[in-house]
């Protein structure tokens, strides 16, 4: 079956730290990979878009990678900051041309002061 | 400029009423998705519209559920004889197109009793 599996539900650390989310992906040929921001209440807010032929996207204080060997994309924030605790999504696009994205469930990132 | 906004915001319902949802796409976007989001699930496609083409209705869940969009604008979802598991937030996005950015509205929170 298909899955998309955001590595851990939650995410604790410190400020000044790295964060690193995880998502892998399980029978989807992905077109390209996304991953959006959502705060409570909130929906949820595009960050990043990285294609399949494409290793590593940067912006800002977030880097994304894309490996589709292991059929996994690794979402980076460096020097984190207690204003970016939130949930963060992955979602894929299937290169068969579905109209919608595939969303996994979201890990939700705490920054401590 | 004006994002996408959702009304309304909450409702609650009896179980077995009918619902409607309403969504203001920003403007200029012709394309326009409708997601489901229950606690600790991810996202779930439901339907999407471009332009005047007829929509992809395949994530729709049962019969109950329909959804249309008038003047390539404002689109309404209905549910028909609701259960108490279609409680969640119903999300609404748009973008200028299908492999674009999707801007989401804050979501409608339903309740059913």
């Known amino acids: 079956s298909q899955k998309i599996e955001q590595n851990s539900e939650a995410l604790n650390i410190q400020e000044g730290k790295t964060a690193t989310l995880t998502c892998n992906y399980t029978?989807?040929?992905?077109?390209?990979l996304q991953w959006y921001r959502q705060d409570p209440g909130r929906g949820p807010v595009f960050l990043l878009l990285i294609r399949e032929n494409e290793k590593e996207k940067r912006k800002e204080r977030l880097k994304v990678t894309f490996d589709t060997t292991l059929k996994q994309s690794l979402f980076h924030i460096t020097a984190s900051q207690p204003a970016d605790s939130a949930t963060y999504l992955c979602a894929l696009r299937e290169a068969t041309g579905a109209n919608n994205l595939f969303f996994g469930t979201g890990t939700r990132l705490t920054v401590i002061p | 400029g004006a994002g996408v906004s959702q009304s309304p915001s909450n409702k609650v319902t009896e179980k077995g009423k009918d619902v409607e949802l309403r969504c203001d796409p920003i403007?200029?976007?012709?394309?326009l998705y409708w997601y489901r989001q229950s606690l600790g699930q991810g996202l779930e496609f439901l339907i999407y519209f471009q332009g005047n083409s007829a929509p992809d209705k395949s994530g729709l869940p049962s019969d109950r559920f329909s959804a249309e969009r008038t003047g390539g604008s404002v689109s309404t979802l209905t549910i028909q004889r609701t259960q108490q598991e279609d409680s969640a937030v119903y999300l609404c996005a748009s973008s200028l197109g299908k492999n674009n950015e999707q801007f989401f509205g804050p979501g409608t929170r339903l309740t059913v009793l």
């Open positions: 403007s200029g976007h012709t394309a």
């Open positions: 029978n989807y040929s992905p077109a390209y």
